[in-house]
């Protein structure tokens, strides 16, 4: 089985968006990665609701949502009302992280827990039965472009001990500063699920970049 691909449209072109999503609906990605930011727990903001509600009008695939923001809990009933289908949380956001875990399942949402590159996988260990995914950060969140911090790929590692430790079913993805050479690795490591936005719309042939990332093993 091929690695899953989260297409991410923060790197997509905003003056041609409906064109890029069509692409990716044409692709072999396999879901839409959605950042959304708030410019406070990230030094960044992204885009609101309505553009996400825009792109899941035009969306084939799985919408994959990552909250960068404080706060999420109070999001949950308007991304469920959209339809999206997985909510990503930052473990360093959430005061009640079980609570809002349970908040995202009661909504009929698949949910994961985010944490930053700083963050060992060890704070994950009473969560991660309760949990869809893990986004393991490969860079510091906020911004697209940036490089790949090459201590991720043992992060993958111990999380993938640990997932195998607790029994759990749990998905590992990876995002930031992922392309075709590293992705390779990354899978060996662990990975289910990559992340790629600057690779693959800032190349010269984006569906080919996809390709070059699925047909990883």
């Known amino acids: 089985m091929s690695v899953i691909l989260s297409t991410s449209i923060l790197s997509a072109d905003f003056t041609n968006l409906a064109r890029d999503i069509q692409m990716i ?24 609701f309505p553009v996400v ?4 009008s035009l969306a084939k695939k799985p919408l994959d949502v990552h909250l960068m923001i404080v ?19 930052h473990y360093e956001t959430c005061t009640h992280l079980h609570r809002t875990i349970q908040s995202i399942h009661c909504a ?15 704070v994950l260990e009473e969560i991660i039965g309760d949990c869809d995914l893990i986004v393991l950060m490969s860079v510091n969140p906020g911004f697209g472009g940036q490089s790949f911090i090459e201590n991720s790929v043992d992060k993958v590692k111990r999380l993938k001990k640990l ?9 590992i993805e990876v995002d930031g500063g992922i392309n075709a050479e590293n992705a390779k690795i990354l899978v060996s490591a662990g990975a289910d699920i990559l992340v790629s ?19 990883v093993r």
């Open 25 to 48: 609906n044409e692709s072999e990605a396999d879901w839409f990665h959605l950042d959304i930011m708030d410019g406070v727990f990230v030094p960044n903001i992204s885009y609101g």
């Open 71 to 89: 706060n999420p809990d109070i999001y949950i009933p308007v991304l469920a009302e959209i339809g999206v289908d997985y909510i990503s949380v």
């Open 197 to 215: 936005g600057s690779s693959v719309f800032g190349s010269n042939n984006p569906r080919e970049s996809i390709k070059a990332i699925k047909k």
């Open 108 to 122: 009929g949402i698949k949910a994961g827990v985010a944490i930053n590159p700083h963050t060992p996988v060890s």
């Open 53 to 56: 509600r825009a792109i899941a």
């Open 163 to 171: 997932i195998s430790v607790k029994e759990t079913k749990c998905l």
